[in-house]
């Protein structure tokens, strides 16, 4: 019985203390930003590994999503005789939850796992213990850049997710299934608000791109420098980020709507 | 046995060095000095924390007790901005290379120039030509670091420890898996560089051949403290006869080569079910 209360405490001391060392590990990276921004060409180099290189996936996702939305929102909608009001249903969806939600999903499996396999191969290969030997600080010149390139990343990646979705959207309800197409736009127009919805989101979004990045980069920065750590480092960049994504739009929408 | 006579100045005072690694005690009570100018090899068994003991003169890990003095300066008491300004005079050369891999040979022996000068770019490609001309890779200079062999990375990382002029390097096992000819280069750079820039070298490794060859001082360390230390000629006529064993690599003698176990006729016959 003592040996189970044992376990069970030391295990929840591993928890808080890996909690405690990646606010550490933030706060670092917060106060290595003024470095990180002397240096704004690796801002740049990240911001393409990142951003650009991501677009692909969320672009056709993006469509999909909103030609999916359009299709099950058709179907439900014309049963009360309100197919009119589909581009309201899209576009809300996917300003207010889909957009952000889904791009921080994805751009936690596609950039995030790629950023902890990257450092986490870096600490490997003592690239960074050699960059401390040069007295060049990681936190300036790998982690920060990663979490300012994240940071802006993503909020643009869940906006053209929103955009491509409402056309996609407009492709199944409008060119497909014959909803009129000003009634799409209008009905839209009127009950999308700036503030209340496209804010909102764009919130979300930089919130989950701060977490997002924030958990990648810890894990590599604290995985096991060998390739089984770096494999299960990446896995739980995965696993955590997308987690938080979850929980997190949960607690944002109680608290925005 | 753990005092060693000082012979010049001294660039590397160790004293009392503590150091513990979760319930592991890897040095108690290490003390040592690393002679200014000469090539200093560090050996010992694997497991004993040679590169531990690296890590703990750069500043990367701190002691638990004791001080570790770098030209005066106690190490694991400067802050940030001072370690860093030490740093710049030390050169460390990773078993790896610990080259950028994002980087070309060109850039990685650029990048401290870059980081730290604020040296025109036609200065930065002189100096940097000239390393790399030192180290026999000009030729390379374009490539990445994954087109390099093993040899070739650790003589581009030693063309970048060089690059911004340091009072000492350190070599993290640097003939561990070289064939006989990269072998033989970097022992031949280790000790040119060493003498034309006037260096301190430091050294470790357990290829005991080798390191002795071009060492003008060697520390022998085990189970957290300095066995014997002096010349490789003092060493090698040693009393000692761990220091015997150790540098003949005899296989038997006060390391036995039977881990501690039950005897092993009861062993094999009466206690068969155990296993």
Not at chain 2, 34 to 62: A, D, Y
Not at chain 2, 122 to 128: A, C, G, N, W, Y
């Amino acid at each position: 019985m003592t040996n189970w209360f044992q376990r069970f405490g030391a295990a929840w001391i591993t928890v808080f203390e890996r909690l405690g060392r990646a606010h550490l590990f933030m706060l670092q990276m917060l106060l290595a930003l003024p470095g990180t921004f002397r240096r704004f060409g690796l801002i740049v180099k990240q911001l393409f590994a990142t951003g650009v290189m991501t677009l692909a996936i969320i672009l056709v996702a993006g469509l999909f999503v909103g030609m999916v939305l359009a299709l099950q929102g058709y179907n439900t909608l014309v049963g009360f005789g309100a197919e009119e009001s589909l581009g309201a249903l899209v576009a809300l969806t996917l300003v207010r939850e889909l957009g952000p939600v889904v791009t921080g999903l994805l751009f936690a499996g596609r950039a995030g796992s790629a950023m902890t396999a990257e450092i986490g191969l870096m600490k490997a290969t003592e690239q960074l213990s050699g960059l401390e030997m040069m007295a060049v600080d990681p936190f300036q010149r790998v982690f920060s850049p990663r979490m300012i390139a994240g940071f802006i990343a993503l909020p643009a990646l869940a906006a053209m997710f929103s955009a491509v979705g409402v056309l996609g959207g407009h492709l199944v309800g409008v060119e497909l299934l014959g909803v009129d197409a000003g009634a799409y736009w209008s009905q839209m127009q009127s009950a999308v608000g700036f503030e209340h919805d496209v804010l909102n989101g764009l919130i979300k979004s930089v919130v989950f791109g701060f977490v997002v990045c924030w958990i990648a980069i810890f894990e590599g920065a604290d995985c096991i420098p060998t390739s089984e750590g770096v494999s299960s480092a990446t896995t739980r960049t995965v696993v955590y980020s997308s987690l938080a994504v979850l929980g997190l739009d949960f607690l944002l929408t109680a608290l925005m709507f | 046995m753990n005092t060693i006579t000082e012979n010049g100045s001294t660039l590397v005072r160790i004293k009392d060095l503590h150091f513990q690694r979760g319930p592991k005690r890897i040095f108690r009570g290490l003390n040592a000095n690393i002679p200014r100018g000469q090539i200093t090899t560090i050996m010992g068994p694997s497991g004993t924390g040679k590169t531990t003991l690296l890590k703990l003169i750069g500043g990367q890990i701190k002691p638990s007790q004791g001080s570790i003095e770098v030209d005066g300066l106690n190490v694991a008491s400067l802050g940030r901005s001072d370690l860093f300004a030490l740093r710049k005079r030390m050169g460390m050369l990773f078993q790896s290379g610990a080259l950028l891999t994002d980087l070309t040979v060109f850039d990685n022996v650029a990048f401290p120039l870059r980081e730290h000068t604020k040296l025109p770019e036609s200065l930065v490609r002189h100096l940097v030509l000239m390393r790399l001309h030192a180290v026999g890779l000009r030729g390379a200079k374009n490539l990445f670091p994954a087109e390099l062999s093993g040899g070739m990375a650790r003589r581009v990382a030693l063309a970048r420890a060089l690059v911004l002029d340091p009072m000492m390097i350190m070599y993290d096992e640097p003939f561990t898996g070289q064939d006989p000819i990269s072998m033989g280069m970097l022992l031949e750079l280790i000790k040119t560089v060493n003498n034309a820039l006037q260096l301190t070298s430091i050294i470790v490794s357990h290829d005991i051949q080798e390191a002795m060859s071009i060492s003008d001082y060697v520390i022998i360390v085990s189970d957290g403290v300095v066995v014997e230390a002096g010349s490789p000629a003092q060493l090698k006529g040693s009393t000692s006869e761990w220091v015997q064993q150790f540098l003949n690599g005899l296989a038997d003698g006060p390391v036995p080569f039977q881990l501690a176990a039950p005897d092993y006729a009861d062993e094999l016959f009466n206690s068969a079910g155990d296993a």
